[in-house]
C-alpha cells in the first residue's frame, strides 16, 4: 500500500512541474498605472457596507515625515476591481492645520513578498526635506526614483544591473546605500529542457513556477521561505552621481540588506530554529533591533519580544522585558531609540490595549508615547524629535494618517484616505472575554447583526485568528467580509488564538493544546453568547485561512460546534507531511509530527482532519472558496 501511495503522489507532483513549469509567465493581478485617488465625498444618509466597498478600500503602504517635519510624504495601494489589477500613489501633504494631500503620481507597482502581500516599504526624505526617494520598476529592473516635493516626473537616481532590494540614506544625506540583488546562479532554461529531481528543499504547492521557486530557495539555502535572496552592497554618490560596488571596506562600515538574519549577529541554531522574528536595522548600521521567540525555560507563554545587537557582533540587550507581542517597531532618525507598539489585547479590563511606547537602544525603561485608541504604524519622527507621524486604525476605522505632537500630546488627523466610510453603516461591536476548560483566557470582538433586535437569536459565523485592534475588514488574510456578514443578518464573532503555551518538547499532551485549546476557547464563547440570548448554538459557521485553517480543521473533525465552514489553506494533515519541503517538515517535527508512515502516525490521528473525516458530523466545508456555502 505505501509504494501505491508514493506512486500516486509521484504522479500528482510530476503533472504539478509540467503544467507550472512550462507556464512561463506569471499569472494574476495586473498593475494600473494611474495614480490613486482621494476624492472629496459629501456627508449623505449612511448605507449599509458591501463588499465592494472593502474591495476598493486605499491601503497605507508607507510613511515618513520629513526631516524639517514640515511635510510627510506616504504610500497609497487600491485595488481595481475591472481590471483585476492594483494601482498606486505617492503622496505629500503638509503637516500645517487644514493641508490637503498632493499625489506626486503613482508609485509604481506593488512591492510583492514571496507570500504574495503587499510589502510595507516607507519613502525616504533627502536631508534638506525637498526630495523624496522610493523604489520603482518601470518595465525593467527596481531602482531608486527621486520625486520633487514641488512636483513634475519623477528621475531615476540608480543604475546598477539588478533589482535594488533596499536603500537607506546617509546620515549626512550625501549617499545611498543600496542592497543589490546578485545574479542568479539557477540556469532556468537548462533545468527546463533536462529536468530537475525533486530533493525537499523547496514547496511545491507554492503559487510559483517551480523553476522560479527553486531559484528562490537555492540562492538563501537553509533559510527557509520568506528569508530573502543574497545580496551586494553598492553605494551610489548623490553629488556626483556615480554608483559602485562596496569595497570590503565600505562594506564593514555599512551593513544593508532586505533581511539582517545572519551568522554575523545570530546563531545558526537561532536561525534554523525559526526563533528570529522581524530584524530591523538601526539607520546609523550599527545595531539591529529584533524580535526572539521565547523559550519554555524563559517563559510558560510563547512571545516574541524585543532585543538588540551591535552589527557586528555583541551581546544581546533586551529591550522590552516582560512584554510577550509587540506588534511593530521602528528605529528614531538618530539612532537613540526603538519605538513599538505594545500589544496588551489579552487584557480584558484595557479599553486601550495597543500602546506606542519608546525605549533606549541601551535597553532603559521604556516610556509612553501614546495610548490613543487604535493600532499604529509606519511611524517616524522628525529631526527635532518633536514631530511623530503614523497610521492609525480601530476595529471600525480604516487606517488614517495622524500626526502626533510629543511636546503637548495633541493628535490630529493629516490624511483620510477613505472618506466614503463616513456614509457608511457598520455595525456595533462588543469584546467578549471567556476562560476554558484548560483556564486559558481566549477573546473576540462581537459584531452584532445591523438593526440588531434583541431578544432574537441569530446564525453566528467565526472569523479567525487575530483580534487586535485592527479594522475588522475580513479576519486573518482579508478573506472573510465580517461587517459584510452582518450587514446580511448574521452576528460575527472575530476570535483571537490568545496567548500560546510554551509546550514541553517531546510533550505531546501540552503540544496538541495548539489546537485543543483555542477551539474549547471557541466552544466557550459559542456558549456565552447563547446564554446571553444572541446566538443560535445549532446555526454557527467558522472560516480560516493559514493557523486559522488549522483550528477550524481541528475543530470540525473533533468537535459538533459548526454547521458550515470554509477554509482558505490546508491544516495539519499527513498530505502536508509529503507535499511540504524538508524546511516545513522540520516544523512539524517541533509537534512531535514525524513521518506519518513511523511512530508518529497515532499523533497524526489525534489532530488530523483527514484521518477524521468520519467525525464530520453537521460541518458542511469548503476549501479555497471565497462565498458562504449554505444558510445556517
Same mark, same amino acid.
Given at each position: ?25 506569471? &499569472? ?41 517635519? %514640515? ?21 505629500? /501633504? ?7 494631500? @498632493? ?28 526630495? /523624496? ?42 549617499? !545611498? ?8 546562479? @539557477?540556469? %532556468? ?20 513556477? /517551480? ?7 537555492? &540562492? ?63 539607520? #546609523? ?8 521567540? =521565547? ?30 507581542? /509587540? ?47 487604535? !493600532?499604529?504604524?509606519?511611524?517616524? $519622527?522628525?529631526?527635532?524629535?518633536? $514631530? ?12 488614517? =494618517?495622524? =500626526?502626533?505632537? !510629543? ?104 503540544? $496538541? ?5 483555542? @477551539? ?24 480560516? =485561512? ?13 468537535? #459538533? ?8 489553506? &490546508? ?62
Amino acid at each position: 500500500m505505501r509504494y501505491v501511495r508514493d506512486i500516486a503522489l509521484f504522479c500528482v507532483f510530476a503533472i504539478a512541474i509540467s503544467r507550472v513549469a512550462l507556464a512561463g509567465v506569471e &499569472t494574476g493581478p495586473g498593475f494600473d498605472p494611474a495614480p490613486v485617488e482621494i476624492p472629496t465625498i459629501a456627508k449623505t444618509t449612511p448605507r449599509a457596507v458591501t463588499g465592494m466597498d472593502l474591495l476598493n478600500l486605499r491601503d497605507f503602504h508607507g510613511a515618513q515625515i520629513s526631516p524639517d517635519g %514640515k511635510w510627510v510624504a506616504f504610500v497609497l495601494g487600491q485595488a481595481v476591481y475591472e481590471s483585476n489589477s492594483y494601482r498606486s500613489g505617492l503622496f505629500i /501633504v503638509s503637516t500645517e492645520k487644514g493641508s490637503k494631500p @498632493i499625489c506626486l503620481g503613482t508609485a509604481g507597482p506593488p512591492h510583492w513578498k514571496r507570500e504574495n502581500q503587499w510589502l510595507e516599504e516607507d519613502p525616504q526624505w533627502s536631508e534638506d526635506s525637498k526630495y /523624496v526617494f522610493y523604489r520603482l520598476r518601470n518595465g525593467g529592473t527596481w531602482q531608486v526614483w527621486k520625486w520633487n516635493r514641488g512636483g513634475g516626473d519623477p528621475t531615476q537616481v540608480t543604475r546598477v544591473a539588478h533589482n535594488v532590494l533596499s536603500f537607506q540614506i546617509t546620515a549626512d544625506g550625501t549617499k !545611498l546605500i543600496l542592497a543589490v540583488e546578485k545574479p542568479s546562479l @539557477i540556469d %532556468k532554461k537548462q533545468l527546463a529542457e533536462h529536468g530537475i529531481l525533486y530533493d525537499g528543499s523547496f514547496r511545491p504547492g507554492a503559487p510559483r513556477p /517551480v523553476l522560479d521557486e527553486m531559484a528562490l530557495d537555492r &540562492t538563501d539555502p537553509g533559510r527557509g521561505p520568506g528569508r530573502g535572496v543574497e545580496t551586494e552592497t553598492w553605494i551610489r554618490n548623490l553629488q556626483e552621481s556615480k554608483e559602485h560596488m562596496a569595497t570590503e571596506e565600505e562594506s564593514g562600515s555599512y551593513v544593508l540588506g532586505t533581511d539582517v538574519r545572519n551568522e554575523k549577529q545570530f546563531s545558526k541554531a537561532e536561525l534554523d530554529s525559526l526563533s528570529i522574528g522581524r530584524t530591523k536595522l538601526s539607520p #546609523d548600521g550599527k545595531s539591529v533591533a529584533y524580535e526572539r521567540r =521565547l523559550d519554555p525555560s524563559e517563559s510558560p507563554q510563547s512571545g516574541y519580544p524585543l532585543f538588540l545587537k551591535p552589527t557586528r557582533g555583541g551581546k544581546p540587550v533586551a529591550l522590552t522585558p516582560g512584554v510577550l507581542q /509587540v506588534l511593530d517597531f521602528w528605529w528614531s532618525p538618530d539612532s537613540k531609540e526603538i519605538y513599538y507598539t505594545e500589544d496588551r489585547s489579552a487584557s480584558a479590563e484595557d479599553p486601550r490595549p495597543a500602546k506606542l511606547m519608546a525605549v533606549s537602544a541601551t535597553g532603559r525603561k521604556a516610556r509612553k508615547v501614546s495610548d490613543a485608541p487604535g !493600532l499604529q504604524g509606519s511611524c517616524s $519622527l522628525d529631526r527635532s524629535g518633536r $514631530l511623530l507621524v503614523c497610521t492609525q486604525e480601530d476595529v471600525a476605522t480604516p487606517a488614517q =494618517l495622524r =500626526l502626533i505632537d !510629543l511636546s503637548t500630546g495633541g493628535v490630529r488627523t493629516l490624511v483620510d484616505a477613505n472618506p466614503e466610510f463616513q456614509n457608511l453603516q457598520l455595525s456595533p461591536n462588543k469584546r467578549i472575554d471567556v476562560s476554558n476548560q484548560y483556564r486559558d483566557h481566549y477573546w473576540g470582538h462581537l459584531v452584532f447583526p445591523l438593526n440588531y433586535e434583541p431578544g432574537r437569536r441569530y446564525p453566528l459565523v467565526i472569523t479567525t485568528y487575530l483580534d487586535r485592534g485592527m479594522f475588522f475588514r475580513g479576519g486573518v488574510g482579508d478573506e472573510y467580509p465580517i461587517y459584510v456578514f452582518a450587514a446580511n443578518g448574521f452576528a460575527v464573532l472575530n476570535f483571537d488564538e490568545g496567548e500560546f503555551h510554551n509546550s514541553t518538547p517531546g510533550d505531546f499532551e501540552t503540544q $496538541l493544546l495548539y489546537w485543543a485549546s483555542p @477551539i474549547d476557547g471557541v466552544a466557550a464563547l459559542i456558549k456565552k453568547l447563547a446564554d446571553m440570548g444572541i446566538v443560535d448554538s445549532s446555526r454557527v459557521g467558522i472560516t480560516g =485561512l493559514s493557523h486559522g485553517a488549522e483550528l477550524l480543521d481541528y475543530g470540525i473533525s473533533h468537535t #459538533d460546534l459548526f454547521r458550515a465552514s470554509i477554509a482558505s489553506s &490546508t491544516g495539519y494533515d499527513p498530505i502536508t507531511y509529503y507535499l511540504t519541503s524538508d524546511f516545513f517538515r522540520g516544523d512539524m517535527s517541533a509537534y512531535s509530527l514525524e513521518s506519518p508512515d513511523g511512530a508518529s502516525r497515532g499523533r497524526w490521528q489525534r489532530i488530523s482532519a483527514a484521518l477524521n473525516a468520519r467525525k464530520r458530523r453537521r460541518s458542511i466545508g469548503m476549501a479555497g472558496l471565497r462565498q458562504w456555502p449554505v444558510q445556517i
